[in-house]
């Protein structure tokens, strides 16, 4: 059984920086990718920043520059740095991951239990 446990959320001002880590455990043999997605009030969930197991990056529009996603593949942790926060960016940030356990070749997806970000003053 793999799990996601996020980490790093809470309230800061406007203009803050919060760092978000996400650890997957379990019997996993390699990750795929990992995302960073978040759900704002009144809106679906949206992606916010992918890293592949070979560290390729991918941002949402509304994050480039301010965002940065980092891993450990290693350690098969994802990291998401935010930095100069907004209200709107204020939501429910959850971790997820495509990876392939142990003794299967099919790969598998697999949610973290969201962490809230708050930014206000």
């Known amino acids: 059984q793999v799990r996601l446990v996020e980490s790093g959320g809470g309230l800061v001002q406007p203009g803050g920086s919060l760092k978000l880590s996400c650890a997957a455990s379990?019997?996993?043999?390699?990750?795929?990718?990992m995302v960073w997605y978040r759900q704002t009030p009144g809106k679906q969930r949206e992606l916010v920043a992918k890293?592949?197991?070979?560290?390729?990056?991918t941002y949402a529009d509304f994050v480039k520059g301010r965002f940065s996603i980092s891993t450990i593949s290693a350690e098969n942790t994802v990291d998401l740095q935010l930095n100069s926060l907004k209200p709107e960016d204020t939501g429910v940030y959850y971790c997820?991951?495509?990876?392939?356990?142990?003794?299967?070749?099919?790969?598998?997806?697999?949610w973290g239990q969201g962490t809230q970000v708050t930014v206000s003053s």
């Open positions: 997820f991951a495509n990876f392939r356990a142990v003794g299967s070749i099919v790969p598998t997806d697999v």
């Open positions: 379990g019997n996993i043999l390699s990750v795929n990718w």
């Open positions: 890293i592949t197991g070979g560290e390729v990056t």
